[in-house]
């Protein structure tokens, strides 16, 4: 809103008329640093006829400079956070949320039953949090409105590593620098601790960080000490000391979430809430059951298989137990053995009496055939390392720590470097390697090779290879780069050797691509990954072998057996690494090992089928969500479900081991059905339950969620035991799970997967909402620069109801979306500013209009309710959130200033006012349910609560009305257009942003409107009509269209001016042909589907007042004598004559008598002044003097209203 700092006017204007009395401008505007404009007529910038201001129009007017003085206050905010704390207890004195189980199964749509993936307890709830968990929330409270009976509990994750880490860290250090700890560089590692990124599992407070490092750097350790880490989350050193107990997190954190989500107002029913491990007895007898019968069901098996893997863990690290490469898989190779040819050269001599092989890893084994020669980074790093007894491998020493976890090092687990070595010192060594042509290769140096991917050998395949073919020009183009690296002419390869045959490219693919791509040396990275795409995707699918045994067939079918026939003969073996770097939470590198564990058989084909057929079955609402599912599902496979280390349940038949963090949260959805049985606000041992923990054996939980049979040995009593088996089946299936599209490739497929198992089909879940990331403020959240939120700091900044408000406006769909603070202060005003709008209202509430609707602006303003309710209800059940906040409030909000200014002197019609009042709460409800909370039950003086006070009823939206209020509101920005130009009297005048003084005349508007298209119009549009499928919305081609229209014209004698008249058609015709594909056919009528001239005649009096004039009258120009009453303005009709949808209007002066003075103003963008109060200027030169005001009021007079514009310049 404008503050009383901006004024709009005359440069020299030095009063202000507020309608009560003067307010001198003390500098005179022209000292003032920006302008505004003061309009009467906003759209236009014109100061028309001199009304007075009403009582209630100056306390608008005195309210938009309050407002503006505010608006740096927290008065406003501080409103809504007193509504909420309000609101809260009213919900917690009723048990508003609290959901139970009926009877009776529900039929469709009569119970909603929603969850939320468990946030993990080491550390505060954030913005990210609450925004996937609004989704849910949201979805909820709109089922709930309808008449649902809902259920959406809410846990919190403790299992796994990361606490266990934290804890066992904080140990160490009060171990190696004293209680407080006193670190040897504090300082230093204070700054990198104040530099961890937001999308840690351990959020601190926002403002508290400061520094430039990443999230994986702070993660991996390093210089980060965890005490300080445990600082920012505003503990004292007395405090931190007790987190050394990975428990104190489990009873530190989840309360604290707890109140935090509450002061949200998340509707969820707490008695159902509770932590996992076996800090829980009861999470952790159903995980026991769960894993027992997984293993029973064939579903768990044990097994060697490649995994990541921390080493200094010493076990696998799964995505929830990584700081960083979350959704990294094992990459496997194939590791060709490239023999050195002896004798040694005097480096390798301490390898005398073994074999040594250089080993490359390739992704390309059938290419072997085309080797020309190796390659090695000259400056790289390399060692020999014991493989076994006999055998050495050089290689980097990266790749050799991977190889250990794999059993290919002589001492288990831990490479054994016999000599380290240089790139340099490998260059020029003869190798004889599988499958080569040439029997003797060297190896030379290659720049651009990466020490952090592979084995750091590179086999040279120049044939297929763009790198390969580049490295090997720049060498033999170069000899200053040959005589750099004492590379020797023998050494050099003379040709390539064509191995693969590609339709497109020939047999030199490399060369012929770095030739198309105008690649210019090895150095060209961007152009040479461009290349290697092509070449390798085109390759493998479309490529013919032409050497070797398997000359004449296809790549892909014979890649495998090559691959298999080398591994066989001893040539290769296999070798796996992480496809990305993954560094665990505990600090170190992660490899990839062969482990014999535990695995859960995703992937097995049996197993998939059910998930594919679950997945067929489900909502995903978007189809990028849904390829995401089944692109996990077509290479997901075995997964390793037990873990030596961390927090969680044991396995029951291997207590060594514990379940995996991501292995016991796919079933907890049915535990939540029964879980206020057991806990009943405990979320730990259940001290009030009247069950106890060894109660709930295998055979109960089989009865429960599985149609087992009724455990007739259990001593529950039997109607707990019913009820409990009631409240499953009454809740299942889960109608909806919210998650971020990060989880679709690991708990999200396991959640479908262990459903499809353990449950009948009945009871598999029904849809899964996924959302992308959240950004603050168009950048991502990071405490590194405070561009940070806890869910607790944002609800003390903006409130409950302004942090939901931009939650919802943040953005739908999986792509990331932006949650802006400035949204979220203009919603703390624009709710406010509503309630003192509804107070006003209701306390002036016998000024309004009574009876029936009745009046043209009455019917359009229910209608647009009608519409508004539709529309929000379908964007609430497609969890289309932003477009319900769009629908249900933003238009509502525009539907309801229309028609405020649409009733003119008659007002505003009591009924539709409050049915307006009673439709805007409810339809915010689900988004805002403090703020319509409080306005059902204070403003509205309604019964019950209105989370439940069913969703509003509608009518059938009327489209053609809506057309027809379209039509007038924008005839009217026409006509306002055409006004502006008959004053200006040029277009020239008009672009220049100026102000003048003119004579005021009494203006008589003449409108004039042409309601079918004739002509050549209506042939092109006959035509149109004719060519047009409305199934499929497409057109025949343009060619056949204007043939048809050539044809015609030729039958009306017209045949001679086509080219003329095709010049006339041709964006017409396009434009009808865009409108047709956007709305349909109707678009390419004759006619509007509603009487223009009635709409324009019943809206006289809202056009007269729009436009500042005296008289108008409505004429239709294909009537002689109507055009006739146009006099010698008539011409203006020809110029620019009126078509269906498009009125036009010519201006007269209906009197010869002076009204005074008459300002003109000229604005940049007319569509941006939107209307909001009134202001009145003038200058001295006309109205006395600076020291002494008028007398009167001035005779500049205004019948608009205030409006913001920033954006505009008065000269």
């Given amino acids: 809103m404008i503050g009383p700092s901006v004024i709009l006017g005359p440069k020299e204007a030095n009063w202000v008329w507020l309608g009560t009395g003067y307010l001198p401008l003390t500098p005179p505007s022209s000292s003032l640093s920006s302008h505004i404009v003061a309009p009467s007529l906003p759209n236009l910038g014109l100061l028309s006829r001199w009304t007075r201001f ?38 917690e004195d009723e048990e508003v949320y609290k959901s139970e189980s009926r009877k009776d199964l529900p039929k469709h749509g009569e119970k909603f039953f929603a969850t939320f993936p468990f946030p993990y307890m080491n550390g505060y709830l954030h913005i990210g949090h609450a925004f996937s968990l609004s989704k849910v929330d949201f979805a909820s409270a709109y089922h709930r409105l309808r008449g649902a009976n809902v259920l959406l509990p809410f846990g919190f994750h403790c299992t796994g590593m990361p606490i266990k880490a934290s804890a066992d860290k904080l140990s160490r250090e009060i171990q190696q620098f004293g209680n407080p700890p006193v670190f040897t560089a504090e300082e230093s590692n204070k700054e990198v ?68 989500l509450r002061a949200y107002g998340l509707g969820c029913d707490w008695r159902r809430s509770f932590v996992t491990t076996d800090v829980n007895p009861f999470f952790d007898a159903f995980v026991r059951w769960q894993m027992r019968k997984l293993k029973a069901m064939g579903k768990i098996v044990k097994d060697n298989r490649y995994t990541v893997y921390s080493p200094f863990d010493g076990q696998p690290c799964a995505d929830h137990d990584r700081a960083s490469g979350e959704g990294v898989q094992p990459q496997e190779y194939t590791l060709v053995k490239m023999e050195v040819v002896k004798p040694f050269p005097v480096k390798l001599g301490p390898l005398e009496g073994k074999n040594v092989f250089l080993a490359a890893a390739t992704l390309r084994p059938e290419t072997l055939y085309g080797q020309t020669n190796a ?86 395949v120049p044939s297929d290879s763009p790198d390969d073919y580049m490295a090997l020009h720049d060498l033999k183009a170069k000899p200053a780069l040959r005589a750099k690296y004492g590379v020797q002419d023998e050494w050099m390869p003379t040709d390539i050797i064509p191995i693969i045959n590609i339709p497109e490219f020939g047999d030199r693919t490399a060369e ?38 398997f000359a004449g067939r296809k790549v892909q079918e014979v890649k495998p057996i090559i691959k298999t026939q080398l591994i066989e003969s001893g040539e290769a073996i296999l070798y796996s690494e992480p496809e990305k770097p993954v560094m665990s939470r505990s600090g170190d590198e992660c490899v990839v090992a062969l482990t014999d564990q535990w695995y859960l058989t995703y992937g097995e084909s ?60 796919t079933l907890y959805m049915a535990y939540y ?72 490739q690991n708990h999200l497929t396991f959640f479908i997967y262990n459903h499809t198992a353990l449950m009948a089909s009945r009871n598999w879940p029904r849809g899964i909402r996924c959302n992308g990331h959240i950004m603050l403020n168009s950048e991502k959240m990071s405490k590194s620069t405070g561009n940070f939120r806890t869910l607790k700091q944002a609800i003390e900044e903006f409130s409950a109801t302004a942090t939901r408000f931009s939650l919802a406006d943040a953005g739908d769909g999986v792509d990331d979306a932006n949650f802006v603070f400035e949204t979220a202060n203009a919603a703390i005003l624009r709710l406010t500013k509503e309630l003192t709008w509804m107070e006003e209202i209701l306390a002036e509430e016998s000024s309004l209009r009574t009876g029936p609707p009745s009046t043209y602006a009455d019917k359009v303003f229910e209608n647009d309710m009608n519409i508004a309710i539709r529309l929000t209800e379908k964007a609430y059940k497609d969890c289309l959130f932003r477009e319900a906040l769009k629908n249900g409030f933003y238009d509502l909000q525009a539907a309801r200033d229309e028609y405020r200014l649409s009733c003119g002197i008659g007002g505003m019609n009591h009924d539709l006012v409050l049915t307006f009042m009673n439709v805007q709460t409810r339809l915010i409800e689900p988004i805002c349910p403090h703020y319509a909370e409080y306005v059902w039950r204070k403003l509205l003086k309604k019964e019950g609560c209105v989370v439940t006070a069913g969703w509003p009823a509608s009518n059938e939206p009327d489209l053609v009305l809506k057309g027809a209020n379209k039509y007038l509101q924008d ?20 672009k220049k942003a100026q102000v003048t003084a003119v004579a005021e005349e009494k203006l008589k508007g003449l409108v004039y409107v042409n309601e079918q298209f004739d002509g050549w119009r209506a042939h092109c549009l006959n035509i149109l009509q004719s060519k047009f499928d409305q199934q499929t919305r497409s057109f025949a081609p343009d060619a056949e269209i204007l043939a048809e229209l050539r044809e015609v014209l030729q039958k009306e004698g017209q045949a001679e001016n086509f080219k003329q008249i095709q010049k006339l058609c041709m964006p017409f015709l396009k434009f009808k042909k865009d409108e047709a594909i956007a709305i349909g056919g109707q678009a390419l009528n004759l006619k509007l589907p509603f009487g223009e001239m009635e709409v324009l005649q019943s809206n006289m009096d809202l056009i007269k007042r729009q436009l500042g004039l005296e008289e108008v009258e409505i004429y239709s120009a294909s009537d002689p004598n109507d055009v006739a009453k146009a006099g010698p303005h008539a011409s203006l009709l020809k110029q620019n004559p009126p078509s ?10 209906s009197s010869k008598e002076k009204r005074g003075v008459m300002f003109e103003l000229q604005v940049k963008r007319l569509e941006d002044l939107a209307f909001a109060g009134v202001l009145v200027f003038f200058t001295t030169k006309e109205r006395g003097s600076l020291l002494k005001a008028p007398a009167q009021p001035p005779d500049l007079v205004s019948s608009g209203v205030w409006c913001s514009c920033e954006d505009v310049s008065v000269s």
């Fill in 673 to 744: 059905t029964v879980a206020h049985i057991f806990h009943e606000g405990d979320m730990y041992k259940g001290s009030k339950s009247l069950v106890s923990p060894q109660q709930m054996n295998d055979e109960v939980w089989e009865y429960l969620f599985c149609d087992g049979q009724y455990p007739k040995s259990s001593d529950i009593p039997s109607d707990l035991l019913s009820k409990m088996k009631q409240e499953f089946d009454y809740w299942y299936p889960l109608d909806l799970r919210v998650s971020g599209k990060d989880l679709i």
């Fill in 606 to 665: 049996e197993w998939r089928s059910m998930a594919e057929e679950c997945l067929s079955k489900m909502n995903l609402y978007s189809e990028e969500t849904r390829h995401g599912f089944e692109h996990t599902l077509s290479w997901l496979n075995q997964w390793a479900c037990s873990r030596s280390f961390g927090l969680g349940t044991r396995i029951p038949w291997d207590e060594q081991f514990l379940v995996e963090s991501l292995s016991d949260s």
């Fill in 512 to 549: 012929k691509v770095c030739f198309d791509l105008k690649i210019k040396s090895q150095n060209d990275k961007e152009k040479l990954a461009e290349g290697k795409k092509l070449v390798y995707l085109k390759g493998f699918t479309e490529g013919t072998m032409i050497i070797g045994e």
């Fill in 193 to 260: 601790v104040k530099e961890v990124e937001e999308e840690s599992d351990n959020p601190a407070l926002p403002g508290q960080f400061k520094g430039k490092k990443s999230k994986v750097a702070a993660k991996a350790g390093g210089q980060v000490y965890q005490w300080e880490i445990m600082r920012s989350f505003g503990l004292t050193d007395s405090e931190i000391a007790r987190f050394q107990d990975p428990y104190e997190w489990l009873y530190y954190f989840p309360p604290l979430a707890v109140e935090d």
């Fill in 1140 to 1149: 269906p949808g498009s009125p036009t209007a010519i201006f007269l002066n």
């Fill in 54 to 91: 009403t009582t209630a129009r100056s306390s608008s007017l005195r309210h938009c400079h309050e407002m503006a003085s505010e608006k740096k206050s927290s008065v406003r905010r501080d409103r809504l956070l007193e509504i909420e704390v309000a609101v809260r207890k009213w919900w």
């Fill in 375 to 460: 390659w090695v980074l000259p400056d790289g790093k390399y060692g020999a390392y014991e493989i076994n007894e006999t055998d050495v491998f050089v290689l980097t020493e990266r790749a050799a720590r991977n190889l250990a976890y794999q059993n290919f090092s002589k001492i288990p687990q831990k490479p054994s470097c016999l000599l380290e070595l240089t790139g340099h010192d490998l260059i020029g060594l003869p190798l004889r390697s599988p499958l080569g042509v040439i029997e003797i290769i060297y190896t030379l140096p290659m720049l651009t090779i990466l020490t952090n991917k592979g084995t750091g050998i590179v086999t040279c």
């Fill in 971 to 990: 005839s009217i920005v026409l006509m306002r257009k055409l006004l502006q130009k008959q004053l200006l009297g040029s277009k020239k005048a008009a």
